[in-house]
Structures are given as structure tokens and as C-alpha cells.
């Protein structure tokens, strides 16, 4: 019997405030039309701009439905993973402001910072803690708040129509099998010399002060995208990646019950699906009804799939994405039957 890393428990949450495409063409020379074709967004859910909150406050809300759907209490948890490019403030990070929130006093936190790939970064590591015998109940989280830091203006408008605010957990738990159940696969990667292709660089601390008037005159302290070149790195390695995680668990495409991309533009994972050669139907995208929630996009459409019953005991799912840094990487699941 071998240490195998299984999700026991999902839970998802969003804010209540919709932000449709038609809304943003008040604050930016923009359309519904214009942002469907380039990203495939239909709407987006942003924090209330009078009542304003953090990722770790969105983490909590789809932490409890989780460790409810688990059958956990906090004290269970023996280590929390929280992905965000989002923090509550700019240190500590929110991994420890969450484990506060939870009732906790000494459960250790983790926080990365790998943005889109958080999820499939934290996955990984959760499963190294898991099968090292470090831990054997794992509370993993991915949260953001981007509405508070975008450039909501005409000039900001290719970056600022894509992203969401939302947050979605998995409880992940050690279960003793020699069946193929659980985390099967995770390949890893990075590019640090495309990091200047997606980055928000201010407050940056190689600077003196960290943020300036000029700075923010600059508009240094927004989201910049080279959108075409991540676009063309995407159908580049995510097909790589794929094969790279099928090979390690010893599967095929056939295999695979559900194809869960990163949700960063409906286009980008189209392409991906046409060059795969996978039917539509074994694709998943939610990118129409959330943008981009970074982080949290990965466990966000895994829990709507469960909840709309695509995917259940049995179900063998590969996560994968490509984001800033640049990283990417994948993950294949397989729930236990």
C-alpha cells in the first residue's frame, strides 16, 4: 500500500456583484462584441467598490463548503497551500490570514506565488507533503481580488476586461491504496526570461522609493500583457505538457474523462483542444461566466464540473495552464471509486 494524494472536498465562491461587458463600456471604449471575440467573456463577478475585500476573505467562504464537503473540521487540516497574485496586503500573505479566519493558532500556512499556475504549482506540492508523510490532510486554496488593482480605462482595456475576482478550495487527504487513485501525474515548469511579458512591477522593492507620483503617472503599478506573445507560448507548451503528464501516469488522451485548462481566454484553449484533437465535450470552459480568477480558476471550474455531474467517482481529470512568470505545468486526478 502506497501514500496516495486524493480530493475529498470542493467549494467555490464568487462575489455577489456582476460585472458585465455592457458595464464596462461606461469606464472604456469597449463592447460586449469586442471582448467576446478576443477572450470569449461574457460577464464577470468583482468585489463590491463600497465594501471592498480580501482574496484570503473570498478563500474562506469556499474553504468552508469544502471542509463541509469533506466532512472536515479546521482542526483537521495539518497544513494550508494558498495560491494568490492577489494578497490582502503586501506581506504576510494570506495563507496565515486565512488560517486566522479558520479558528486555527498554529496549523502552518504555505503561500505561492506562480498566479495562473497556482493551483497546479500547489497541487504538486501538496501531493510531495503527501506522500513524504509531512502531512496527511491538506487544505489548498486559490483566491483573488483583481478588480481593486486594474487599469479601468480605455488605455487598460486589454488587460482589464479579462480578469475576475473569486476563490476555490480542495481539501486534499492521504489515503492508503495500490490502485491508480489520486494525484497521478504533475509536471512543472518555467520560463524566467519571458517574465517581463506579464508582470505588474510596482511597489517594487529593487526600486527607491517603491512607488512614486512617476510611477503611477507611468502606470507601472497596473497589469501589462504582451498578450500575443503568452498567446503563442500557450499553444506551444500546453500541448507539450500534456504529453509530458499523460507519459509520467502511463495514460492516453482517451483516458482522460475531463480536460480542465486554465480559463485565461476561451480562444487560447480552443486552439488547444482543436490541436489535441479532443471532442468539445471533454474540455471545460466557465471562462464566459468568471474571466480570468487566475488562481482560483483551475479548482473553480473542477467544483462546477462535479456540481453539474461531468465528472465523479471514477472520473480520471488533467488539469493544466500557462501563466506570468513564465510558468506552466499539469496535474491528472483520478477520484477513487
Given at each position: ?209 517603491r512607488l512614486t507620483a512617476k510611477m503611477m503617472e507611468e502606470r507601472r503599478h497596473f497589469p ?83 456540481e453539474m455531474g461531468l465528472i465523479g467517482k471514477g472520473s480520471t481529470v488533467l488539469f493544466l ?17
Amino acid at each position: 500500500m502506497t501514500k496516495k494524494t486524493v480530493i475529498t472536498g470542493t467549494g467555490r465562491y464568487v462575489p455577489p456583484r456582476v460585472v458585465t461587458n455592457d458595464d464596462l463600456s461606461q469606464w472604456m471604449e469597449t463592447s460586449d462584441e469586442w471582448i467576446q471575440q478576443r477572450t470569449g467573456i461574457e460577464k464577470r463577478h468583482w468585489v463590491d467598490e463600497d465594501a471592498p475585500v480580501g482574496p484570503s476573505d473570498l478563500g474562506l467562504e469556499a474553504s468552508q463548503i469544502a471542509l463541509n464537503r469533506a466532512g472536515w473540521s479546521p482542526a483537521d487540516i495539518d497544513l494550508i497551500i494558498f495560491a494568490t497574485l492577489s494578497p490582502d496586503i503586501f506581506f504576510p500573505g494570506p495563507g496565515c490570514l486565512l488560517q486566522h479566519k479558520l479558528g486555527l493558532s498554529a496549523t502552518p500556512a504555505l503561500d505561492i506565488r506562480q498566479q495562473c499556475t497556482g493551483f497546479i504549482y500547489g497541487l504538486a506540492t501538496a501531493d510531495a507533503y503527501i506522500r513524504s508523510g509531512m502531512a496527511t490532510k491538506i487544505l489548498l486554496v486559490g483566491a483573488e481580488v483583481h478588480s481593486t488593482g486594474l487599469d479601468i480605462s480605455t488605455e487598460g482595456r486589454d488587460v482589464s476586461v479579462i480578469f475576475g475576482d473569486g476563490a476555490a478550495a480542495v481539501c486534499l487527504e492521504a489515503v492508503d491504496s495500490d490502485q491508480d487513485v489520486g494525484v497521478l501525474a504533475s509536471v512543472l515548469h518555467a520560463k524566467g526570461s519571458m517574465a517581463e511579458s506579464l508582470k505588474t512591477e510596482a511597489p517594487a522593492s529593487r526600486e527607491w522609493p517603491r512607488l512614486t507620483a512617476k510611477m503611477m503617472e507611468e502606470r507601472r503599478h497596473f497589469p501589462h500583457m504582451d498578450g500575443k506573445a503568452i498567446f503563442k507560448e500557450a499553444l506551444r507548451r500546453l500541448p507539450e505538457v500534456t504529453k509530458e503528464a499523460l507519459d509520467q501516469a502511463g495514460l492516453t488522451t482517451e483516458d482522460i474523462d475531463l480536460y480542465i485548462p486554465h480559463q485565461a481566454n476561451m480562444r487560447i484553449n480552443q486552439f488547444y483542444q482543436q490541436m489535441m484533437k479532443l471532442p468539445e465535450e471533454k474540455v471545460f470552459h466557465n471562462i464566459q461566466r468568471y474571466g480570468n480568477t487566475t488562481a482560483a480558476t483551475i479548482p473553480l471550474a473542477l467544483d462546477e464540473a462535479l456540481e453539474m455531474g461531468l465528472i465523479g467517482k471514477g472520473s480520471t481529470v488533467l488539469f493544466l495552464g500557462l501563466g506570468s512568470g513564465v510558468t506552466w505545468g499539469a496535474n491528472i486526478h483520478r477520484f477513487p471509486e
